[in-house]
Each structure stands twice: as structure tokens, then as C-alpha cells.
């Protein structure tokens, strides 16, 4: 009987201890959950700390009150300046001493206290949305063998903007000064930005390209603004290729009788003058101008001194004709039958633009046909396609109108 109780209580205390054993378990995964999330909301804490101390410096700093736009006029002693507010007046005020005093110039724009009117920053020299949205390329990926039928123009070219810029010392050691600007003059198509755009290539500058409309304003005295500013930005990113196109938009003759536009477009084109007069000619920027109205420009533009060479630039002949082919052809999966010099021969009067276009035209008609390869007879549709579209051509009004 004892020996059957003594195993009973030894049953009963093992459960006992295997009960405690899994409530141990339990109690060491609750602590660990514990410190687990003990160890979250401590981190959470943290985190809305440094947003509450974010959203409180940005707080106060919303709730400092505006300053006011100046120019700087001149700097005199004792840490004073000459300033002129965006109000009108003139003022005599101190400087903030955390402004460095090396950077207050005159000209330049400063931030004003709104009560004591106080210098307590140096702000940035602005640009013009159209100036800095204009075309700026670092370094353009067009090179001189992306362009046929223009080396007698090409070479010009070269000799006016790419030597200067590269081997200023040949123009030391003749004794002349070298082109400030070059003029290309020719039809649509011709290929006068391909042209910029492979010089600045070459010659590893920033190219930036405005059409020369952008620059006339609605506004008195904007467009010479952005005329300053385009000037700026070109010496700021110096070397540098300015490219104006369509230049007759901005450049054309001055006439007696003109209205109150065509005189702001005047003005426009006085600052471009001082501008091209304003830097000398050996200097690391290059102005190239296009248009193909060159009847229409201002003489005081066309003047030596100014757009030195004037580059002109036509239709291509029958070998010029030939090596623009050849270029776009040449990245085409052609086949065997195309024979480039015929269709040079039956392109006669076309532009380079245009002969690109019947080549893309050409690929767009094997693309039709689900073929993977261009025929001659696809660049022969092509070309009756785009030659003979009527692009260009004017239509004849009919009798009646003026009968």
C-alpha cells in the first residue's frame, strides 16, 4: 500500500514539475515579447521625438517673418551698405554679421529684414526660366561623321570656332585675331544645327541652343534681359557654344516706321549687338547664328566684327547627296538590291532632312509588310511618297476668286 502511494505522489509531483517546466517556457517568451516590444516603442519614441523636433524648427521657421527683395549699390565702412529695396528708395543699413563681407559686390541681389531692413543673406544671380530651359548639352553625341555632303562648310566652320577654341596659340603666332561669330545661312534641312552641334562635339564645350523668337518678350526691356542672362550662362559654363537659331526672328532691319512691338524687338537686338561687342575674340565662347532669311538681317549685324564668316550653306550635290545616304543607310538592314548612288541620282533638289526622311519612310514600308529587310523598291515609294507629297509647295487659288 505505501509502495502504491509513494508511486502515486511521485506521478503527481513529475506532472507538477513538467507543468511548471512549460509554465517557465511561457514566462521566458512573455519577457522576451516584453523587451521585444519594450525595445519597439522605445525606438518609436525616438523616431516622433526627431519628427516633433522637425515640425517645431519648421514651425517657427514658417512663422519668421518675410524679407525683402534689394540690390546692393555700394559697401561702405563700419559693416554698412547701400542698398536699394524692391519699395523704391535708397538705404543705409547694416550687414548681418553671419554675410561674409568678401560677398557683398554691388550688383548683386541681397534678402532684407522687413523691419530694419538689415542685409541678412546673399542671394543667387537669377536666370530666366527661358534661359535655363533653353537646349544645354554638356557635350553633344553628334560628331562630324554623322554629317555628309558639307565639308567645304564643315571645314569653315572648323577653322572659326574649333581652332580658336583648341589651339588659341596658332592665332598668337600669325598675329590676327580669330572669328568672334559665324553665320550659316541656308534652306530648311540643310543641316546648320547638326553642324553647331558637332563643333561643340569636338571641341568638348556646352553647347546651348536658343531659337531666337524665345528672346523677344511682351514686356519693355526683357528681351534685353535674357540676352544678358543667355551671355552670363555662357561664360558661367565656359567653354561654351551659343547656337541662336531662326536669328532673323530677332535680328531682322531696323525701319522708321514700326510699332511699339517691332521697337521692343529693336531693343532686343541693340543688346544682342553690345553683347557680341562686349567679350574679345579670343576669349572660350563662340556665338553661331542660323536663318534662312539672310535678305531680311540688320547690316549692323552682318557687319566685320561681329559674325565674321558668313557660311553659306545649299542643297547637296550629287556626291554630297551620295555620303548622306550612305550615313543613314549604313545603321539600315538593307537589301542587296539597294544601290545608293541611284538614289542619290533621283533625289535631285532634296535636302538632307528630306533624304533622312525617305530613309525612315523606306523602314516604315518593309515595317508595313512584316519584313525585317529594306528593298530599293521601299526607298523608291519613299521617295514618291515624300518628294512628291506636295510639302512645301503653295496651291493655286482658284480662278474664280479673282474673276
Known amino acids: 500500500m505505501d509502495k502504491e502511494q509513494n508511486d502515486e505522489l511521485t506521478t503527481e509531483l513529475k506532472a507538477k514539475i513538467i507543468s511548471l517546466e512549460e509554465r517557465n ?30 515640425l517645431r524648427t519648421e514651425m517657427e521657421r514658417l512663422k519668421s517673418p518675410p524679407l525683402i527683395v534689394g540690390t546692393l549699390r555700394d559697401v561702405l565702412p563700419d559693416n554698412r551698405v547701400v542698398v536699394k529695396s524692391s519699395t523704391g528708395p535708397d538705404f543705409i543699413v547694416s550687414v548681418s554679421e553671419y554675410v561674409p563681407e568678401e560677398d557683398l559686390i554691388p550688383g548683386s541681389r541681397v534678402s532684407l529684414n522687413k523691419q530694419t531692413l538689415a542685409v541678412m543673406n546673399v542671394l543667387p544671380a537669377p536666370l530666366d526660366p527661358v534661359v535655363t530651359g533653353a537646349e544645354i548639352i554638356d557635350k553633344p553625341d ?29 592665332y598668337a603666332k600669325v598675329g590676327i585675331d580669330p572669328p568672334k561669330g559665324v553665320l550659316l545661312v541656308g534652306p530648311p534641312g540643310t543641316g546648320k544645327t547638326l553642324m553647331a552641334k558637332a563643333v561643340a562635339n569636338a571641341t568638348e ?10 528672346l523677344v ?17 555662357a561664360k558661367e559654363k565656359a567653354p561654351s557654344i551659343i547656337f541662336i537659331d531662326e536669328l532673323d526672328s530677332v535680328g531682322a532691319k531696323r525701319l522708321d516706321v514700326a510699332t511699339s512691338g517691332d521697337r521692343e524687338v529693336q531693343r532686343t537686338l541693340m ?39 558668313i557660311i553659306e550653306i545649299g542643297l547637296p550635290d550629287m556626291e554630297g547627296r551620295e ?6 543607310v549604313s545603321g539600315m538592314n538593307t537589301d542587296d538590291d539597294v544601290i545608293v548612288r541611284t538614289l ?10 528630306e533624304i533622312k526622311s525617305i530613309c525612315t519612310e523606306a523602314g516604315m514600308l518593309a515595317i508595313r509588310d512584316n519584313r525585317d529587310t529594306v528593298t530599293m523598291d521601299d526607298f523608291f515609294r519613299a521617295k514618291t511618297k515624300v518628294l512628291e507629297a506636295g510639302r512645301n509647295k503653295v496651291k493655286q487659288a482658284p480662278a474664280y476668286m479673282f474673276g
Not at 32 to 52: G, I, T
Not at 217 to 233: C, H, N, P, S, T
Open 25 to 54: 517556457v511561457r514566462l521566458i517568451e512573455d519577457l522576451q515579447n516584453a523587451e521585444n516590444e519594450k525595445r519597439y516603442s522605445e525606438s518609436e519614441l525616438f523616431r516622433l521625438q526627431k519628427d516633433l523636433t522637425r
Open 142 to 170: 553628334l560628331t562630324y561623321d554623322d554629317i555628309g555632303g558639307l565639308k567645304q562648310q564643315m571645314m569653315e566652320l572648323r577653322e572659326a570656332v574649333e581652332d580658336p577654341l583648341l589651339r588659341p596659340d596658332l
Open 205 to 214: 564645350a556646352t553647347f546651348i541652343r536658343l531659337v531666337g523668337s524665345e
Open 217 to 233: 518678350q511682351k514686356y519693355i526691356g526683357e528681351g534685353a534681359r535674357l540676352v544678358r542672362e543667355l551671355f552670363d550662362l
Open 271 to 309: 543688346q544682342l549687338l553690345a553683347e557680341l561687342d562686349g567679350f574679345t575674340p579670343t576669349s572660350n565662347i563662340k556665338i553661331i547664328g542660323a536663318t534662312n532669311r539672310p535678305d531680311i538681317l540688320d547690316d549692323a549685324l552682318l557687319r566685320p566684327g561681329r559674325f565674321d564668316r
Open 323 to 328: 555620303e548622306i545616304f550612305r550615313i543613314h
Open 344 to 353: 542619290a541620282d533621283i533625289t535631285e533638289g532634296s535636302s538632307g532632312a
